[in-house]
């Protein structure tokens, strides 16, 4: 097997030229940080979680329920390890506008970098057994084209991503209900 990487950040700053209007729920750690990177710093709809590991992708299956608008969830492989039978909950729901993206870098980064051990872990497999699409990428061109591909497919797409760790300076804001509410009051929630 290749053990090419894609860049996060390149990956990252993807998802916004793609879905410049997405909600993107970023997983806590380095998934926010490298998120906090390449935003603007008052875009509204980065929902940074922090602290909070192994629920990314449940807040944003919550949040693509209650709006019809884009919504992207940047989650990170240690924390959806811990937390796997949301897929399963993501493939119940399966609403048309949540795109799952996993930065798969084989570590517990945002501590350190601690072996996941876990690098012979098929998240793209689990999805796809858990009832959803799914697709593994290893260069930051693919993961474009799979992420372009994800947002326009009417299902749910997990798109497992290998990145190399990266360790960024950035900080999103420390005020959580701050974060919270900014993203709440920047979507429209009329589904609710
Ligand atoms: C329940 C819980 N356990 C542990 C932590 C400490 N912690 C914060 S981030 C993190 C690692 C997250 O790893 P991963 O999801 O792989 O993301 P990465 O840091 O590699 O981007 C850990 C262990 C926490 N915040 N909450
Ligand atoms: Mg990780």
Redesign the pocket.
């Known amino acids: 097997m290749t053990d090419a990487r894609a860049d996060q950040y390149a990956c990252t700053e993807s998802v916004l030229d793609i879905t410049p209007d997405a909600a993107v729920v970023s997983?806590?750690?380095?998934?926010s940080y490298v998120l906090a990177s390449v935003s603007d710093s008052e875009r509204a709809r980065n929902f940074y979680q922090w602290?909070?590991?192994?629920v990314t992708t449940a807040v944003g299956l919550g949040l693509a329920i209650s709006t019809d608008e884009p919504v992207t969830v940047l989650?990170?492989?240690?924390?959806?390890l811990?937390s796997l039978g949301t897929l399963t909950t993501v493939a119940r729901y399966d609403p048309d506008n949540l795109t799952v993206v996993v930065?798969a870098?084989d570590?517990?980064?945002?501590?350190g970098g601690q072996s996941?051990q876990a690098s012979q872990t098929d998240f793209a497999g689990i999805a796809e057994n858990s009832g959803l699409d799914a697709v593994t990428v290893r260069n930051t061109e693919a993961f474009a084209d799979a992420y372009r591909d994800a947002t326009e497919s009417a299902s749910v797409t997990v798109i497992v991503c290998h990145v190399d760790?990266v360790d960024p300076d950035a900080r999103p804001p420390f005020d959580f209900p701050y974060i919270a509410r900014r993203a709440r009051d920047s979507l429209s929630t009329d589904t609710m």
Not at 75 to 80: E, P
């Open positions: 997983n806590l750690g380095v998934a602290g909070s590991m192994g989650d990170g492989d240690g924390s959806l811990m930065w870098n570590v517990y980064g945002t501590t996941l760790p």
